[in-house]
Each structure stands twice: as structure tokens, then as C-alpha cells.
């Protein structure tokens, strides 16, 4: 758990304002797998990245390809095909890491 609260400490060093992303991904187990869904693969943790935080709706992570310095995502741990299907309770909950 340190090294996610050092990693979020590091994101917010490197710019004040952290740019998110807003991205909704599956939980594990609760769809049929989409294998080409990066989301989908680091909700399993079949897929590496850098974890900020972490609770049980969301994820917040590094991009591993960043607009800038501090740019990192925030998604649900549930899929969906676009933004416009992310039901209001989820979408809040990303929301509330902003």
C-alpha cells in the first residue's frame, strides 16, 4: 500500500493539475472476458501498470503513454462499451477520485 500512496505522491509532483481520463472497464468475473480490452486485462492483473489507488469500483492508474507529466486514468471496474452506458452510480464513483 506504500507504494501506491509514494506513486500518487510522485503523479502530484510532477503537475499540480493531473490530468484523468475517464475510462470504464470489466470486473473481474463479471462479464464474458474481452480480450482486447486493456482495461479489462489490468482489472485482472494480467496487464502491468502503475496503481494510485485503488478501491472497489475504480482504479486509478499512470497512462502508459502520457499527454503530459501526472497524466493518469481513472476507470470503473466494470465494462462498458462507451462513456454514454456507464450507469449514473458508477460514473459517481470515478467522479468522486476527482
Known amino acids: 500500500m506504500r507504494q501506491f500512496a509514494d506513486d500518487a505522491h510522485l503523479a502530484r509532483k510532477l503537475n499540480e493539475e493531473v490530468m484523468i481520463v475517464v475510462t470504464s472497464v470489466m470486473a473481474a468475473g463479471a462479464a464474458p472476458s474481452r480480450p ?11 496487464e502491468p501498470c502503475i496503481l494510485l489507488y485503488e478501491d472497489g469500483d475504480t482504479l486509478a492508474l499512470m497512462d502508459k503513454h502520457p499527454a503530459n507529466d501526472g497524466h493518469c486514468l481513472v476507470i470503473t471496474k ?5 462513456l454514454f452506458e456507464t450507469p449514473p452510480e458508477d460514473f459517481a464513483a470515478v467522479r468522486a477520485l476527482w
Open 36 to 46: 482486447s480490452c486493456v482495461f479489462c486485462e489490468i482489472v485482472r492483473r494480467r
Open 78 to 82: 466494470e465494462h462498458y462499451e462507451t
